[in-house]
């Protein structure tokens, strides 16, 4: 598939007579660039050991089955929301939004891409979502990731119409919707909960059950990739 999409989105030559495309490593950031634009998540693998590591590798393992191959690691990953490209102005911004919905209410995570900022909300709406439409075209996001079976259509159909045109990512596997990673992840950047101070604070003393749909979607965010 990798050799198909090179083929059709980047005009890249078939070489020989198999189906493999391929282009230097100086112009990664060219190609990766044209294909995140197109809404594809781009992968970046690197060589993560020399023959002679491998050897070793070999020679010191015990048990098990040996892999012959040297190993090779994901070093980066590009996508719409995440990846600035040189040839980007970097005064507009770039953002990931991860979003759950219960009935009217919906909370959003959002990183801003330039900066690393995250901001964490919720918006207790009408049934035309009219708080929702009115945050999608100040943040404008370029890429979103939700969970589809409690994610209604109107919300799908307001942020296709965004003047951003966002990649639109489902995330349908219950580990990445864990409020307690979201709670987690936090406390790996700001210390224990018992020492949160201003907003973070307030976060606290939300009620329970609007508290949790936030780590969700805090959850859904840092679990994207």
Known sequence: ???????????????GNKMHVGFPERALE???????????????????????????????????????TIRRDVVQVMSRGTYISPQESKNEPKVLLALRCRNTMVSVVFLEAGTNHITL????????????????SQIRPVEVIYESMETPPILLRILRNCSTEPVLFQVNDPKSWNAMQGYAELETYCGPKEEWSGE??????????????????MSGLVSYH
């Open 1 to 15: 598939d990798d050799a198909l999409i090179g083929h059709k989105e980047l005009d890249l030559n078939w070489m």
């Open 30 to 68: 060219r190609y990766g660039y044209q294909l995140v634009e197109k809404g594809y998540k781009v992968c970046v693998v690197e060589q993560a050991e020399t023959p002679r590591q491998m050897e070793e590798r070999l020679r010191n393992q015990q048990s098990g089955k040996k892999e012959k």
């Open 121 to 136: 909300g919720c918006l207790e709406d009408d049934e035309n979502f009219t708080l929702f439409k009115t945050f999608v």
């Open 200 to 217: 973070l604070k307030n976060l606290l003393d939300l009620e329970p059950s609007r508290k949790d749909q936030m780590m969700q979607s």
